[in-house]
């Protein structure tokens, strides 16, 4: 490789994009020093194995590559928004929808799902941490080294440019020489190693760590969701990494499973990947379902109506969510019995999601209904979800698909499954957890603001694409002719793009500003919750819960308070919690560099690197660590330091 | 108390996995056809697998073997139609050769 070809050249953003790279990357280490906060990163948050913080960190991430994967999607609009555009070239195009696919699917809305579950899961089930602490901070630096890494091919090497399915042959190395589509193999797969180990982790929290009397179905609803996520994590994650392994195979080692020579197939690329792709889309939208069925709950004032059907459909929706792939791929070769058995499963799947739809509305019905900032979130997502899922149906009938198939119609489709489905669904939960974890809640007056603008903003974005795609308009085109007429709805779009960009920076103003000047909480159940987080204090202590809570029936917290009668009695006992520890960070940066070289080929640092790895996880099966107790009274301390702040209040 | 101490079963097991490794072997050994041999590895290989599982990994003595079985089952589930899918979709229902 040249030198020159290391660093990407020629584009006035992309120098401006390396500028500011610089400036943050030399900004942090100067104001780190310069406040002497050093050691306070590496205890508090670097070294951590606490789940809280752990999803705090994620969720930061998380909100950082929204902002990214934003950029990307202004960037496009303001390409496509006149006919002829010469913005971006055709090449920085590709680029960009790229990156911002996998950036939104796999860096945003993944770890804000994670992060939150993170923060959520062990509190709701009575837990003091999840069943892995160091595993978890070990998912977390994997996934974040993941992310990393795919972010600098931006400027390192060159972005991966097709598509964020990636198809072959288009990916082969035969048509994509340069490094981009290296990047896309291995961040991938350090970021879902990562996730693969939360799966397992969150498993086994769930089944085995659920507070005394919570049976599986006296579980929160939230709780259920994610356990059905995290199945799904671990039966679907490994297709994914063994197509990313066969991929790097076919890209840097000469073999050819993708290639039609010597027996390969490239199709089986597209099968693999959607083997995996389409459970990822249930493992991103069924956390959200269960966001919402909290929230609608809790601010409708009532129990969950159909709790049973509730969890049934889940499951459906989990079994059915593997036999749906080849629905993506329907006019890429299929005979008419594969397309008419795949339409069939796919259609079915808006039953068990009906259902769900249906139990939200008559929990809604008759309920002494507050409109509070994650409510009105979680109220305009089941039409406008519906919208979503009525062109998806449109989109599984296989004749018609040979209509809509890779138009913006399409596109349209998926941004009304995904955005209502699984944006709006962890704004509100940020808003609405967001007490739990800082003992504050965000602003209403601006959380209301930020959301009008972004759910009018967002049909503005997306309604037009709809029409664009029925009027012929192909997705992923850089430019078009005025002749086409695409132009004034385009420019719609654009408008669209731009009051959602104001929406989130209102919501990130929303943050700065309730930091500053929100009032505090006192009791630590801001929203008169009914599950067992809203129980103990906020911010919450380091072990949860002083002592742990006896569950009797669904939603017992709530039930608890109305009859005044506490959860749990008063009389401590030390507890025993996990000890920090500095390999997960390491081994996340190791990973990022064993990345790195494995991307340019660099073989001798790249087996050096995984040498390591492979040391650390062998002096980890030898470390002897039983972590710490926590004594009696250094919890009554900071139990009454909680009371204390109460009462000056 | 000698009958007691002896572990019957896992010997008797023992041996039976040996057995069907040396049926499986009778494949290599002997001039069959594509066939034949690839049905006897397949029975070889599905009977093995049971007895690893519930004699030697020990699924029916843990306290929650039935969560056991509902994720094997899942699997299997998961396998299945992955393998079983991908044929059907790629090969068997494939217009395009």
New interface residues.
Partial sequence: MKWDEFFVTGEPMIYAAMVSIVVVSLAIPIALTYFKKWNWLWTNWLTTVDHKKIGVMYILAALLMLFRGGVDALLMRAQTAVPDNGLLDGQHYNEIFTTHGVIMILFMAMPFIIGLMNVVIPLQIGARDVAFPRLNAVSFWLFFAGAMLFNISFVIGGSPDAGWSAYFPLASIEFSPTVGNNYYAIALQIAGIGTLLTGINFLVTI?KMRAPGMTLMKMPMFTWSVLITN?IIV??FP?LTVALALMTLDRQFGTQFFAMQSGG?D??WA??FW?WGHPEVYIVVLPAFGIYSEIIATFARKNLYGYKSMVVSMVAIS?LS??V??HHFYTM???V??NS??SITTMAIAVPTGVKIFNWLFTLRKGKISFTTPMLYSLAFIPIFTIGGVTGVMLAMASADYQYHNTMFLVAHFHYVLIPGTVFAVIAGFHFWFPKVFGFRLNEKLGKLAFWFIIVSFNVTFFPLFILGLNGMTRRMYTYSASTGYGALNMLSMVGAVGLAIGFIILVYNIYWSVRYSPRDTNGDPWDGRSLEWSTHSPVPEYNFAVIPQVNRLDAYWFAKKEGKPLADTVYEPIHMPNNSGLPVIMGALFFFWGFFMVFSWWIPAILSFAVIIALMAYRSFEKDHGHYISVEEIERTENAYRGEQHEN | MMKQLFPAQHVMGFLFSLLLSLIALVVVWFDLSFTAGITILIVTALVQAGLQLFLFMHVKENAESK?LYLNIL??L??GL??IF??L???HW????R
């Fill in positions: 089944l199945v039966f679907a297709v197939m199709m089986l099968n693999l083997v079994l593997f036999v792939w080849a070769g299929h005979g019995m594969v058995v795949f | 969560t899942y699997a589930f998961v139609v992955t899918g991908t059907f979709a790629m229902g494939y217009m395009v």
